[in-house]
């Protein structure tokens, strides 16, 4: 079965509204997590990164959180826009190797944002 | 920086064709991945490269898919003989250690 996601399948928020993602994983080895937003007939596109020794990552609009105790993720949008209605997933790698493994994906959560 | 290139966008298949298809990563990523995403789901991992050494092909397939990454670069992915199940989008990504991890747009596969 799935090591990562919390499924949520939809989340529909006002323009302007914030969004909160949420995500867990379950292996204890996993040290690298990225989120990911994937629009139609698109790849995943990169948004943002946390490595485990981090609890709060921020970027342009977007925040992450990482709560190892309870091995939970969320990924925070500020004043949601139009252009962020898209598919988000979260994954979860280990760099333990000295390089990045493969990603293990969540199923995603279908972000709508109503005008 | 140019993305990760992948080719063709689009495949129509009967059951039981083969099928193939080519990457091009991002110039100096030494490490390449194939995914394959089935509608509603999240990309899953089917072979990692690194340089033209395999890393991880534990959920590939091995009776009917096959990868090669020939001189450290470009990649190919085959499926011979394709089965209903294999309709999914195969994603190439690519990265440098553990930075810039960058997928490319897919290939979406129909197996009729």
């Known amino acids: 079965g799935e090591s990562v996601g919390l499924h949520l399948p939809t989340l529909s928020v006002q323009e302007g509204d914030n969004s909160i993602i949420n995500c867990a994983y379950s292996n204890s080895a996993s040290d690298y997590f990225i989120w990911y937003k994937q629009e139609s007939g698109k790849g995943p596109q990169f948004i943002i990164d946390?490595?485990?020794?981090?609890d709060k990552r921020q970027g342009q609009r977007v925040t992450v959180l990482l709560n190892k105790t309870v091995k939970h993720l969320s990924l925070q949008i500020a004043a949601t826009q139009p252009g962020d209605s898209a598919v988000y997933f979260c994954?979860?790698?280990?760099?333990?190797?000295?390089?990045?493994?493969?990603?293990?994906f969540g199923k995603g959560t279908h972000l709508i944002i109503q005008p | 920086e140019a993305g990760v290139a992948q080719s063709p966008r689009y495949k129509i298949i009967e059951k039981r064709q083969s099928v193939a298809f080519w990457c091009n990563p991002i110039s100096g990523h030494a490490t390449l991945y194939w995914y394959q995403q089935i509608l509603g789901q999240g990309p899953k991992l089917l072979i990692q490269f690194q340089n033209n050494g395999v890393v991880d092909d534990s959920q590939l397939p091995k009776d009917r898919f096959s990868a090669e990454r020939l001189k450290g670069v470009d990649s190919t992915l085959k499926i011979q003989p394709a089965k209903l199940e294999d309709s999914a989008v195969y994603l190439c990504a690519s990265s440098l250690g553990n930075r810039g991890y960058t997928f490319g747009s897919g290939t979406r596969l129909t197996v009729v």
């Open positions: 946390i490595r485990s020794n981090m």
């Open positions: 994954a979860e790698t280990s760099l333990l190797r000295g390089g990045a493994d493969g990603l293990t």
